[in-house]
């Protein structure tokens, strides 16, 4: 009697295993990618001084003296001093040939100090270059944009990245003769921000064009969808 009780139980696991692994092979999966184009409203750049002279306190000397008026500038443009850190502060020693006749070498001293500038209105982004490059700034590089507050943005590529899946399963489905089934699961993988070039305002006038595109803040939703 036990043994077959037993026997019942082990056909009857089985039997479970094997509806489950049919189950679970009725199954269509799907990634979907959603994306949201957004203007930026922050611009970063670093924006500073190079000095070369004789002697390293001619190079240091003439460095500070230009970052002084920088400061000064960036004060009036409105950039708090939260928004401001020094990024590098270099001194190097030179040593090139200058085509000399008597073949000696010219020799000197390199400063230089650069700022990392946070922009908290992309619109006033070339007044702030203009601006600072007639304060003496001659180094500028590393330009980005990004979004302050990407949630609502990112809520928006969410639903477009469900949607594409959601739309690719039921492609799959009608295909294979089958009926889509509800969601069993979903799993979101957020992909960043992607820089989209535009072209430059032509309404900044005399101050430096600057184009700042837009950011895509894509998000990508791996589904799992039951078979009916």
């Not at 922009?119 to 203009?130: F, M, W």
Request: no cysteine; hydrophobic share 45%.
């Amino acid at each position: 009697m036990r043994k077959a009780f037993f026997g019942w139980m082990v056909a009857a696991a089985l039997a479970a295993q094997g509806a489950a692994a049919q189950d679970a092979e009725r199954r269509i999966y799907v990634t979907g990618v959603g994306e949201a184009q957004v203007v930026p409203d922050v611009a970063t750049l670093t924006i500073g001084v190079t000095r070369e002279e004789p002697s390293a306190r001619e190079a240091m000397e003439g460095v500070a003296e230009t970052m002084t008026e920088l400061f000064t500038a960036l004060d009036s443009l409105g950039i708090a001093d939260e928004d401001r850190q020094t990024s590098n502060l270099t001194l190097r020693a030179v040593e090139r040939n200058r085509g000399n006749s008597n073949g000696d070498d010219f020799k000197g001293f390199v400063a230089r100090n650069m700022l990392t500038l946070t922009v908290r209105d992309v619109e006033a982004l070339g007044a702030v270059i203009d601006g600072l490059s007639l304060s003496g700034a001659n180094a500028i590089h590393g330009i980005s944009f990004d979004v302050s507050e990407p949630d609502a943005h990112l809520t928006e590529a969410r639903k477009a990245a469900v949607a594409d899946a959601t739309a690719k399963a039921q492609t799959h489905a009608e295909a294979a003769g089958v009926t889509l089934g509800p969601v069993m699961s979903i799993r979101e993988n957020q992909g960043g921000y992607r820089p989209v070039m535009r072209a430059a305002r032509s309404e900044m006038a005399m101050d430096m064009p600057v184009a700042e595109g837009t950011v895509g803040l894509s998000v990508t939703v791996d589904m799992e969808f039951a078979i009916e």
